[in-house]
């Protein structure tokens, strides 16, 4: 491959905190086992177009929160904008950025809209990007990710990495 | 809550399964794949697998080891069992290095499943009966043809029969359907009324390089990361042959192959970033994505269409102007007679140069600047004297251009006038479509009018009342071919007037009997038999009369060449057809063995002589029985322009599977001094395609305004937009396989436009609206796009879809040496549409594709 290794470090999502797992996730994989269930946040700190980074299912699954502008597919929150993906194109691996609705993988430039379940609209990615199943407790205000719907890049499973 | 069912997991391959080497099925980069087969219910472990792979940890970035959803599906074989397909990017190809697009990354689930997405293949062949269709026998459906095709040349002559046919490679097609396409159209039938899939005649879509004594496909994709600066003329690589661009062009831009730059180049010659030149009405992602790595790099340059002729000679006027040429070159390379009428009318040396560059920049809307520096980019010498190597690749935007015959010529000269041919780094051709895959006997039209053209339009022929048979085989003319509101408006009711004829009295069940009818149809009507061989029911097919199934990718062993690098590899079998689907040459060669048989009886020797050698029995008989074509190929490399671009003789099917990812690099030549079967790397290092190996020169024709079809629109106030069409990168022609992949068809729901946002404000619309688009030729309705990929006054259509075709609006002008369409030009106008819009506009993305920002 010839892509800028220079490219790929400044959209790195190196120094992601690693958060604490829950153990009793809803969605069962396809594989049998089940996702954990997670607490990635709370609707009050996000703020529209802001991502926040988080692992998912595990501490090698770079994933991203983010508020959206608009309702999503998948989405939750009283609004229904706030939806999570994984961080890595399911092109070929690279870390893909947040900007303005969409995520835009810095190697072949795929982009793949937030609102509307990651679909690919441009770019060479055939498969959609990976999107985090939210569940949001409007009590307290926190969102779990609860599943993921998709295959991780690189992975042959989501859940079966030992 | 997705749109539709994800996975997270997929089958392992177990290391017993079988394997194939394949190439994709899509655009005319050809990127290697590797298939996998084996039963469901078998596994590997991540340990033990056939990628050979651990999979136990997740792949890294950019390791060029994909496996995604869209590469695996569940088929069936004839046996009835159920067998996992996995078809993943192949790391060893030099084409793609495991790299793979949004098309190919879909070569698995687009591939027949009878429980998947592409359950509706054609299964058997089908005959119109009342008002549907109802499966019939391969016997009686080939009994019928050969029946009615015998009678028609019998008594009206082989131009009663009209036929559209695909001529390239790849596609569920390659060499092996082309020579039988062939073997019956131009060695049997003989008619003048043929047609190439995606245009109404039989002709070169680049004459104009081709009667210079320059094949189109001449250039290998190394150069493309070789060359100091890559020209993209009216050819979206970053979306039509994307891995071109991402593997080679993008790497040069980057920087990444300086130092394979260093190994090739001359001692002490400069070797440094690449450089692009895009031209285009359209700001698409090809540009954007080019000015994110490296703007100062990039050089955009927006003709107004039809006038990029204009803007190739005004380059090369500058070009001469400041003597960046080779003397030498021109003197031995080319030839000098016909040099003097290059110099005259397309340099047009009795003007001075400000004459020539002011009404250049008239004509073309492109400032002299512009032009400057791209002449600069394109000719003007290196640090030391070294001569500029330039790679200029042109594809649609120029082939369907207003004068394809001068538009093709005035850029292979540009090219050869500053000596960029045969050299690495260099080369003039075309991006192309598909793969090719071309061998067939001459064609009844050798050339444009300066050779013996030009050909036939069979489309003005059948809507003229022409034609008793048309025979569409591998392409969707409703969709695809210009003017097509007309066109499909007169067929369709040709094809009804021959049903309402052979219907009355009762639908009749003998075949015999409906052969009487359809003849005495042709005698007492106009109307039309409409054939139609494809692998899904298609738009044309609704209106057919007979429909036969045909095989599609995967599903015989097929061959053919990429466009970049002319590299011939195997396309393997690794599952069955559907149904009763056939090989697209197997059908041919029934009809042709049939046609035989029935001349023999009538004592008809000479009749039955033109329909013999067509009774293969393998893919690869069909295969070598095509090679016979090619003539002599036991030459020095250095006569290799003697050879037709694709010659394979001496390659079997055997060779090319062991040669697998590898291939081999058409023309291939039998090398006198070793005996050893050789590719070509790059054409025309020592010699042009001409009988005394000289490249012959052409002046082109001044500006002389637009064509009727064109000119009634100019200045009329009810058709303000230019309007241009072209592809998406989401979807592969028509959408046959993925308007069956939700995938594709939740993120491209209907035909769309792309409005500039300052006439969206003007007209009141915004992106996610419907609007219906209109001139005199038809109307479409299309789904509003806004971004600024067009300038103010221009409009872009995606060309056809699967829900409905910009064709409509397409003038039925033709480039009369070469009845070539101007698809990518008319004016239109756009009327709101007020009523609900469709359901599809929620769940489908309507951001920018060129904003890459």
Known sequence: MSISRRKFLQSSTAGMALALFGLSGKAESASGKKYPSLRIGNIRELKAGEPVQFNYPDSTSPCTLVMLNETAIGGVGTLRNVVAFSSLCPHMGCPVNYKSGRFVCGCHYSMFDAAKNGQTYQGLASQWLAQVTLRFDKASGNIYAEGVEGLLYGRISNLNIS | ?853
Not at chain 2, 48 to 72: C, I, K, Q, R, V
Not at chain 2, 608 to 634: I, Q
Request: proline share 5%.
């Open chain 2, 1 to 853: 809550m997705s749109l539709f069912t994800r996975k997270d997991r997929l089958p392992i391959p177990p290391k017993d399964a079988e394997r194939f080497t394949t190439v994709c099925q899509y655009c005319s980069a050809g990127c290697g794949y590797n298939v996998f087969v084996w039963p469901v219910g078998k596994s590997g472990t991540a340990k033990n697998n056939a990628f050979g792979l651990d999979l136990s940890t997740p792949s890294p970035m950019l390791s060029g080891h994909s496996y995604t959803e869209t590469m695996h599906n569940v088929i069936t074989r004839k046996n009835g069992i159920k067998y996992n397909l996995a078809i993943i990017p192949a790391r060893e190809s030099r084409i793609n290095k495991g790299d793979y697009s949004i098309r190919g990354g879909t070569n698995a689930i687009a591939a027949w499943s009878d429980t998947g997405y592409t359950k509706k293949r054609l299964k058997h062949p089908l005959l119109k009966k009342g008002d549907s269709f109802a499966a019939i026998s391969w016997a009686d459906a080939t009994e019928i043809i050969a029946s009615l095709i015998k009678s028609s040349i019998d008594k009206y002559g082989a131009d009663s029969i009209a036929m559209k046919f695909f001529d390239h490679g790849s596609s569920g097609v390659g060499f092996e359907d082309n020579w039988a396409v062939g073997k019956l159209f131009l060695s049997g039938i003989r008619t003048n009324y043929l047609s190439i899939h995606n245009r109404p005649a039989y002709n070169s879509e680049v004459w104009g390089s081709r009667e210079r004594g320059m094949h189109e496909l001449n250039y290998d994709v190394d150069d493309a990361r070789l060359a100091d600066t890559v020209v993209l003329w009216g050819a979206n690589a970053y979306e039509a042959a994307t891995i071109l661009y991402t593997e080679h062009i993008m790497p040069n831009l980057q920087g990444a192959s300086v130092d394979e730059k260093k190994k090739e180049f001359d001692a002490g010659e400069p070797a440094a970033e690449g450089r692009l030149i895009v031209i285009d009405p359209r700001k698409n992602a090809s540009v954007t994505v080019a000015e994110a790595i490296a703007k100062e790099r990039v050089l955009h340059i927006r003709p107004n269409l039809g006038t990029d002729w204009i803007l190739a000679n005004a380059i090369a006027r500058i070009a001469w102007e400041n003597g960046w040429y080779d003397k030498l070159f021109l003197e031995k390379r080319t030839d000098l007679k016909t040099f003097e009428d290059y110099k005259t009318k397309s340099l047009q040396l009795s003007r001075t140069l400000n004459e020539v560059l002011a009404e250049a920049e008239k004509i073309t809307g492109v400032g002299r600047s512009e032009m400057q520096q791209a002449a600069e980019w394109i000719a003007k010498p290196k640090a030391g004297g070294f001569r500029q190597r330039t790679l200029t690749i042109y594809e649609k935007g120029i082939i369907w251009n207003m004068k394809n015959y001068d538009q093709v010529a005035a850029i292979a000269q540009l090219n050869v006038l500053t000596s960029n041919v045969g050299r690495p780094g260099t080369g003039c051709g075309r991006e192309g479509g598909h793969q090719e895959g071309y061998v067939r006997p001459p064609a009844p039209t050798p050339g444009s009018i300066y050779a013996g053209g030009p050909p036939k339009n069979v489309d003005k022929y059948l809507t003229g009342g022409g034609a008793r048979i048309y025979w569409v085989g591998g392409t969707d003319p409703y969709l695809s071919t210009p003017n097509s509101q007309f066109f499909k408006k007169v067929l369709k009711k040709r094809c009804a007037t021959l049903l309402d004829h052979i219907d009355e009295g009762g639908v009749p069940s003998d075949p015999k009997e409906l052969i009487r009818r359809v003849l005495d149809g042709f005698e007492k009507t106009d109307g039309l038999f409409m054939i139609v061989q494809d692998i899904y029911m298609t738009h044309t097919g609704n209106d057919a009369m007979l429909i036969l199934p045909a095989a599609a990718w995967g599903e015989a062993a097929d061959t053919s060449v990429n466009c970049h690098s002319r590299l011939l590899r195997i396309y393997d079998k690794f599952m069955d057809a559907p149904g009763e689907a056939l090989p697209d040459w197997k059908i041919l060669s029934m009809v042709g063995i049939r046609l035989r048989e029935l001349y023999t009886a009538a004592g008809n020797q000479e009749m039955a002589d033109r329909f013999k050698e067509m009774d293969w029995k393998s893919d690869e008989e069909v295969f070598l029985a095509g090679s016979h074509e090619f003539g002599n190929n036991k030459i020095p490399e250095t006569e290799e322009a003697k050879l037709s671009a694709e010659c394979y003789k001496g390659v079997t099917h055997q060779i090319l599977r062991k040669l697998g990812n590898t291939g081999i690099q058409t023309p291939v030549r039998v090398d006198p001094a070793t005996g050893e079967l050789t590719g070509t790397k790059r054409r025309y290092k020592y010699s042009f395609s001409t009988s005394d190996g000289l490249f012959k020169w052409y002046g082109t024709d001044a500006w002389s305004g637009y064509p009727a079809e064109i000119a009634k629109y100019i200045d009329n106030p009810t058709y303000p937009f230019w309007f241009t069409t072209g592809r998406s990168q989401l979807v592969w022609q028509t959408m046959y396989h993925d308007r069956h992949l939700p995938e594709k068809s939740f993120a491209l729901p209907l035909p769309y436009i792309e409005v500039n946002p300052e006439d969206a404000t003007r007209l009141g619309i915004k992106s996610g609206d419907m609007v219906e688009v209109f001139n005199e030729e038809g109307t479409s309705v299309a789904l509003v796009y806004v971004n600024d990929a067009c300038k103010p006054g221009l409009v872009f259509g995606i060309m056809y879809h699967a829900k409905g075709s910009m064709n409509h609006l397409t003038s039925s002008y033709t480039d009369p040496k070469t009845t070539m369409p101007w698809y990518k030009g008319t004016k239109v106008g756009i009327r709101p549409y007020r009523g609900t819009p469709d359901e599809a506009i929620k769940t489908t993305s309507l951001l920018a594709n060129n904003d890459v920002s």
